[in-house]
């Protein structure tokens, strides 16, 4: 026995009636729930909007109900998408009913329309569907960043992420003039308006999101556009497509917007997001905020009412707090995408006990009549205190018992399941999904969603942290304050991404992607996971030199002056190394050396030492380096330069400071004592010393290790300190 609801708004719900089953003596497994009857309304109006049309018509308040539904309003109207029916044009019929088209995007309209049109809307020729535009919801709970993840680091090497273009695209950018005046956001940013004049009022959070992109890289030119739909969602990407853009970061998820599998057709977030991996750009976005307030598992109707489904054994319903003038939204989907018969209602109710309870919101979407997608949502407004409400799910007219996905904006849901709390548009293969862990401890944050996806993909892809300080949320207090939630870790990762792309501009969007997640330090448990992905994000060049290695930092600034390519190229999975334990020859040296001098190699016709013929490796190098006085090689008679033999620290004294042009310091006193004044080099080291270039090996007593080897990683300190940092 099942629920039976005529098909029609809540407004007339003012109660659910128990009923005994047929018969006295029926079992709780034979009664059903029954909610009054109410007029019919069209099968391809979304439940909520029927709510909306029918208070219209019963005192003209369509607009009051709006409002108190979450639906946006302007100007007297509702803003809606209106979906074909077999790719028909559907904006002359928004014309018809008085409304007025403010996007479309591969078919699907957006439009704003009186309250009164909406039945009349979804019944005429071409109409497939009429809805609310797909939520698009911000992911914030509510300087760090930077060191967290290295990219001072990367940054003192000059890399910023100059020349490369990267959109922030979210729901609102309030109080971008003061971000831009305090020196927050840069001044010659590009602004983008796709949500109907919403820009500067909506919210500041993506004004907050938009600072952290900008902090982690500076150079590189953003793009702030505004969206309030996944129809404006399309649009934003086109516009991406035509400015050159080359890395997105949203901080806002998509919900009940397609199966999360990346299969979903035309318009939707699936092919939106294809799309634009296709056309190079790199779309980074929070994986949601989810993971205590989402619930999977399938239909279980055999407790206390037939048709209501069982959360535990004898509990019918999953509770929710709503605090006092806060507005708690719910998202229901269940397995059978694109479009089902199987019709499944959900509603909130204001007590525990589904008989005596009554119904303060729901959504009962007509999918027995359609078919239709998948879904059900609404937005319920707490008008009164603080209070716990309750959420069922009823079996109106299914005979399958599909996988659901039950997603919540509250803090947490009483019965949930943390798995697959990946949200729609993070979850998708086309998209990088960021976690969020504390900047701080590195711990992953108990609200961050979690995989995997509902076709077994490994989802997040990686971590950024949050709870990081912003002009527009305030200063962070260790794990808590500041920016927090996801919304504050994805922009990170879109900040690193530039900083990578401007060093790597040939990488694809997955190439990007690889680079960044092989350079992801490993968080439990071990190898990519559905918690942390890759890990930890940070950037660097050489993947063998990690920003926790000694002595990184000289490595980078080396490798930017182009002194060093490494000893491997990048290759295709996005390893680049370095060998920084490798010994440095003296043919090396001659190379580094004479690239720090900014010289250009010596072609000469012949060669001056016996054993570096004009076809080895370095060839030019040492030739300009016997030429500049540095070498006069290892031997005489033949003259040879020994090229394959490593350089001690005693020989990188003195091959440096002849480089520089300085003459031995002739100390009275040595400074080290491990190198007295007899050593050849004596006067070398002391010069050494006294530039700073060297503070030793060892401190009691000072040593200095003349006839230590000297390795890549040691070599890249010494030629950062003698030739100084990079400049442009």
């Not at 950018?173 to 949500?195: I, K, Y």
């Not at 019709?343 to 359609?370: C, F, H, K, R, W």
Request: with cysteine; hydrophobic share 40%; glycine share 12%.
């Amino acid at each position: 026995m099942r629920i039976r609801v005529v098909a029609g708004g809540l407004a007339a719900l003012a109660c659910m009636l128990l009923a005994a089953g047929p018969g006295t003596g029926a079992s709780n497994a034979d009664r059903e729930l029954r909610p009054r009857a109410r007029e019919a309304a069209s099968p391809t109006l979304a439940s909520t909007l029927g709510d909306v049309a029918r208070a219209q018509s019963a005192g003209g308040h369509g607009l009051a109900k709006a409002r108190e539904l979450g639906l946006r309003v302007d100007g007297g109207r509702v803003r809606v998408v209106v979906e074909p029916r077999g790719g028909a044009p559907v904006a002359d019929a928004v014309r018809a009913s008085g409304g007025q088209v403010e996007a479309t995007y591969a078919g699907r309209v957006q439009a704003l329309v009186p309250p009164a049109a909406l039945e009349e809307l979804s019944r005429a020729s071409g109409v497939g569907y009429v809805r609310p535009p797909g939520r698009l919801v911000a992911q914030a709970v509510t300087g760090e960043e930077i060191a967290a993840s290295t990219a001072d680091r990367f940054q003192a090497a000059l890399w910023t992420g100059a020349g490369v273009k990267v959109a922030v695209i979210g729901l609102g950018f309030a109080g971008v003039a003061d971000r831009q005046a305090s020196g927050d956001l840069p001044a010659d940013l590009t602004t983008q308006d796709f949500c109907g004049g919403a820009f500067s009022t909506a919210t500041d959070h993506d004004t907050a999101v938009a600072e952290i992109v900008h902090e982690v890289a500076p150079g590189a030119q953003l793009y702030l556009i505004c969206v309030d739909s996944t129809v404006t969602l399309g649009q934003a990407v086109e516009y991406a497509k035509a400015n050159g853009i080359s890395i997105i970061n949203t901080s806002i998820t998509a919900v009940n917007e397609s199966r999360g599998d990346g299969n979903g057709g035309p318009g939707t977030i699936d092919a939106i997001a294809a799309d634009a991996r296709a056309n190079g750009i790199l779309w980074v976005a929070s994986a949601g905020n989810y993971q205590q307030a989402h619930w999977s598992g399938t239909f279980n109707g055999g407790g206390n009412f037939v048709d209501v489904h069982d959360f535990a054994p004898g509990d019918e319903t999953n509770n929710i707090v709503i605090s006092a003038g806060q507005t708690g939204c719910a998202y229901l989907k269940w397995d059978a995408w694109p479009t089902t018969v199987q019709d499944y209602n959900m509603y909130l109710l204001n007590g525990p006990d589904p008989a005596t309870a009554t119904i303060v919101a729901g959504s009962e979407n007509d999918q027995s009549s359609g078919p239709l997608p998948p879904t059900e949502e609404f937005c319920y407004t707490n008008s009164g205190a603080t209070a716990t409400f309750y959420l069922i799910i009823v079996n109106y007219s299914a005979s399958a018992a599909p996988r659901f996905d039950l997603f919540v904006d509250a803090d947490f849901l009483e019965h949930r399941v943390p798995s697959g709390s990946i949200t729609e548009l993070a979850g998708l293969p086309t998209v990088m999904a960021v976690g969020a862990a504390c900047w701080q401890s590195g711990s992953l944050r108990g609200y961050s969603s979690l995989g995997p996806t509902i076709d077994g993909r490994v989802k997040p892809d990686i971590v950024g942290v949050d709870g990081v300080s912003t002009a527009t949320y305030g200063a962070s207090s260790g794990c808590t304050g500041g920016f927090m939630g996801t919304s504050a870790s994805s922009p990170e990762v879109a900040g690193l991404a530039a900083l990578g792309k401007e060093q790597n501009p040939s990488l694809s969007p997955a190439g990007l992607q690889q680079w960044l997640g092989v350079r992801a330090f490993d968080i439990s448990p071990a190898g990519k996971d559905n918690s942390t992905g890759a890990g930890r994000a940070y950037v660097y060049t050489f993947t063998d030199t990690p920003p926790w290695s000694a002595l990184q930092s000289y490595v980078e600034q080396l490798f930017t002056k182009g002194t060093t390519t490494g000893c491997s190229a990048l290759n295709a999975n996005g390893t680049r190394l370095y060998c920084p334990n490798q010994p440095v020859t003296r043919r090396d040296m001659a190379v580094f050396i004479v690239r720090s001098l900014g010289l250009a190699p010596l072609d000469s016709p012949t060669p001056t030492f016996a054993d570096v013929p004009a076809s080895t490796f370095g060839y030019g190098e040492v030739e300009r380096f016997y030429a500049q006085g540095i070498t006069t090689g290892c031997t005489a008679v033949p003259l040879q330069y020994c090229p394959l033999a490593t350089v001690t620290r005693r020989d990188m004294a003195v091959f440096i400071v002849r480089a520089n042009g300085l003459a031995p310091l002739d100390s009275p006193t040595p400074t080290f004592a491990d190198v007295p004044a007899s050593m050849f080099g004596y006067g070398q080291v002391e010069r050494f010393y006294e530039q700073g270039i060297t503070t030793g090996c060892a401190v009691s007593p000072l040593r200095y290790c003349p006839l230590d080897t000297v390795d890549r990683r040691a070599m890249a300190a010494f030629l950062i300190r003698a030739f100084g940092a990079p400049t442009t």
